[in-house]
């Protein structure tokens, strides 16, 4: 399955090159709206929320009211989730609120993965695990966790409904994504397996399909070399 994604920033769909750098932006919401509105399920991420540096609440819930989406970006609490579900959100991604506070506290905080699941739904929640040179990545990709997500996904699994593993190695620079890698992690849950970080194809998308993974494609979207 592909998953267009909506990255929000500053009131604008964004799309970013390895979390850092700006490289497209654009105000034409309903354009991509209505693009988008045939699919089964759209990634939303409030990129600001995540890095902290403030958010795209509004926005966040104009979208969620129109498309199916599963919304991540700050979501550090049970009551924030539920407030992003009843804004009209399908699912939650959680991703640096599951895990340690850095490199020197390493860890996977199951105590609030079951209260998370017990308040909304372990069916509504999504763990988020970014990664950066094979270690997690957590607070927008700004510190570094000493875990894998090997070693994080069976931790987590008895709590969410499905992962998202963005290779942020190669996030905006459509390069391909690591099939090796889906492969790998396909194994390691019998949940939902989802990947971002440079697909660029519908091939692409296909092969991921055939190992039972899905797909997020956001910069080969919105440059138009993977139609949708």
Request: some cysteine.
């Amino acid at each position: 399955m592909l998953i267009p994604s909506i990255d929000l920033m500053g009131g604008r769909i964004v799309q970013l090159v390895q979390g850092e750098k700006l490289r497209l932006a654009f105000d034409d919401f309903e354009y991509w709206i209505e693009k988008f509105s045939r699919y089964p399920m759209v990634q939303l991420i409030d990129l600001d929320a995540a890095m902290r540096t403030g958010d795209n609440a509004g926005l966040v819930e104009q979208i969620a009211r129109r498309l199916p989406c599963q919304v991540g970006g700050g979501i550090h609490s049970a009551e924030k989730a539920q407030r992003v579900l009843d804004a009209g959100a399908r699912r939650v991604i959680v991703g640096s609120a599951l895990f340690g506070g850095g490199a020197e506290v390493p860890g996977v905080n199951t105590a609030f993965a079951a209260e998370l699941a017990s308040a909304v739904g372990m069916e509504k929640v999504i763990a988020g695990i970014d990664t950066k040179q094979g270690r997690i990545a957590v607070k927008g990709w700004k510190e570094m966790v000493g875990l894998t997500p090997d070693d994080a996904i069976p931790l987590l699994e008895p709590y969410v409904a499905g992962f998202l593993y963005t290779h942020v190695d190669g996030e905006g620079l459509m390069g391909g994504f690591p099939l090796e890698t889906a492969e790998r992690l396909r194994k390691r849950t019998a949940r939902q397996l989802i990947v971002a970080g440079g697909i660029r194809s519908r091939e692409e998308v296909d092969a991921l399909n055939a190992l039972g993974v899905d797909a997020v494609v956001g910069m080969a979207v919105y440059t138009e070399s993977l139609a949708v």
